[in-house]
């Protein structure tokens, strides 16, 4: 289990970075400051389970959790957001070494 999240924090950082490297891209090329937010991003790849995902936290969560929550999300920049889910699957998947040492029983 932690090799499966050790590798999806590794997708999430490779998605960050390719992210922020369209976006500095972008940037130079207008001049100005450019951040794709997340929602955009999303849409650009699939719109169908952007529409989806708003169906089911409807149905299952509550409406105005998508209109609070969600979409406080989905206006953050993209990079940042995948940055801050490989940082939390990494955490989760993290193995801390025994306080007794190396050489404990």
Excluded: C, E
Aim: proline share 5%.
């Amino acid at each position: 289990m932690r090799f499966l999240l050790r590798f999806s924090s590794l997708v999430a950082l490779v998605v960050a970075v390719i992210a922020g490297t369209i976006d500095s891209i972008q940037s130079v090329a207008a001049s100005a400051v450019v951040m794709t937010p997340m929602g955009d991003a999303w849409n650009d790849v699939s719109p169908s389970s952007l529409a989806s995902l708003r169906a089911t936290i409807a149905y299952y969560v509550h409406p105005r959790f998508y209109d609070l929550a969600m979409q406080w999300l989905l206006f953050q920049p993209a990079f940042a957001v995948f940055l801050v889910i490989s940082l939390l699957l990494w955490m989760v998947a993290y193995k801390r070494q025994p306080v007794a040492g190396r050489f404990s029983a």
